[in-house]
């Protein structure tokens, strides 16, 4: 098929195997180009997409149905919070935290919450931002949270959050 230059063009296609689809080369890729939707359905399972990166464009609106749940970790000693995972969920049952948030990526977002203080109201966590008007942001009571967005200023903004 190596002297083949035109696509491969098929009506309908199902797979009904457990070998599936794969698909090979240096930009492969599933093309819809008809007036319909173009639905990729499980009946039996996630659809997972491993990829480093994962773009979604549209000319219109993105709907989604069952919500956006991003992975989270939690932190119980200082360190660094992971620019990579959307939630960090902190434990300061040992002790004030101090946690350093580096520079994002614009668009990017980051919450924190504040899960417990092991009933030591003197346990606060302190957030080290990096790119932010106030350099720490103290969450002072369990059940606290704050949200970051980090800016086209290359700064993390606080969109949101609630401090008891």
């Not at 794969?22 to 359905?41: M, Y």
Request: glycine content about 10%; cysteine-free.
């Amino acid at each position: 098929m190596s002297g083949i230059d035109e696509d491969l063009k098929i009506s309908n296609l199902e797979l009904s195997n457990t070998l599936g689809l794969r698909l090979t080369g240096n930009n492969p890729s599933i093309k819809h180009s008809g007036n319909g939707d173009l639905n990729i359905l499980s009946n039996n399972g996630d659809i997972t997409i491993n990829s480093n990166n994962i773009k979604v464009e549209a000319s219109n609106n993105i709907f989604m149905n069952g919500g956006f749940v991003g992975n989270y970790e939690t932190l119980s000693s200082n360190g660094n919070a992971s620019l990579t995972i959307l939630t960090t969920f902190l434990d300061a049952t040992n002790g004030t935290l101090n946690i350093n948030l580096a520079a994002g990526q614009i668009g990017q977002i980051k919450n924190f919450v504040f899960l417990t203080d092991g009933d030591n109201p003197t346990h606060n966590v302190n957030i080290l931002v990096s790119g932010i008007m106030f350099s720490t942001i103290t969450l002072n009571t369990a059940g606290s949270t704050v949200s970051l967005l980090y800016t086209p200023l290359n700064i993390w903004s606080i969109i949101g959050g609630r401090i008891y």
